[in-house]
């Protein structure tokens, strides 16, 4: 595999409609990232993994949203009852899980293409 | 937590001129910080990024300076070409967290 790739690229739903993105990171990262980001502003930070674990989630990720990565692999973020505000893209990172400013490549993130959601 | 800025919004500049987006961090304890290129509809793509043991690095047109006392670090681009027309993102990451906390962006344009 040569890169992160995100599942499906484009999703329009109604409000009130659950809604599940998929990414699949780079194969050999530990870490993964998800990111919202709305137009005109940067990647705002969601929640990451570490392998299985999920050690950080932000205050922007309200009780309908809901991530997982059940194996270590893939992950998958659920929003529940979508909202109009919930329209964005959101982004799937991965990286390498590494120590110090000397690690070279240890927490790049490599980004996927994103997924695009438009709740109507 | 971390809060990083970026100015200016918005760059317009002609061919062949440089460019120079700078950013600030707030937590001392950040040691890597890496900059992204995002062409519209596309991923950020890393461009170059530097860890907080190097005060500058180069790769061809494209420099990044980091003043750690200051905490501040600056992307600058050489002899522009209209292909460097993009939103550019600084991003830090590190200290307290072990996320990338990004920039607002600034929208270069390159006139040719």
């Known amino acids: 595999d040569t890169g992160v790739s995100q599942d499906p690229r484009h999703k329009i739903t109604k409000r009130g409609q659950n809604v599940t993105f998929r990414c699949d990171p780079i194969?050999?990262?530990?870490?993964l990232y998800w990111y919202r980001q709305t137009l005109g502003q940067g990647p705002e930070f969601l929640t990451y993994f570490q392998n299985e674990a999920q050690l950080e989630k932000s205050r922007l990720l309200s009780d309908r949203f809901s991530a997982e990565r059940p194996k270590g692999s893939f992950s998958t973020l659920e929003i529940q009852r979508t909202e109009q505000g919930d329209s964005a893209m959101y982004l799937c990172a991965s990286s390498l899980l590494g120590y110090g400013v000397r690690s070279s490549g240890a927490n790049v993130l490599t980004f996927g293409a994103g997924s695009r959601l438009t709740v109507l | 937590g971390e809060n990083v800025e970026q100015h200016p919004s918005t760059l317009s500049v002609q061919e062949g001129d440089s460019a120079v987006i700078k950013c600030t961090y707030s937590?001392?304890?950040?040691?890597?910080f890496p900059w992204y290129k995002q062409e519209l509809g596309k991923r950020p793509q890393l461009i170059i990024d530097i860890r907080s043991n190097v005060g500058e690095k180069k790769d061809q047109r494209i420099a990044v300076t980091l003043n750690k006392t200051a905490k501040h670090f600056s992307l600058h681009i050489t002899e522009t070409q209209p292909e460097d027309s993009a939103v550019y993102f600084c991003a830090a990451f590190g200290g307290a967290t072990n996320k990338l906390i990004f920039g607002t962006g600034t929208l270069l344009a390159v006139q040719p």
């Open positions: 937590d001392s304890a950040s040691n890597y």
């Open positions: 194969s050999e990262h530990n870490r």
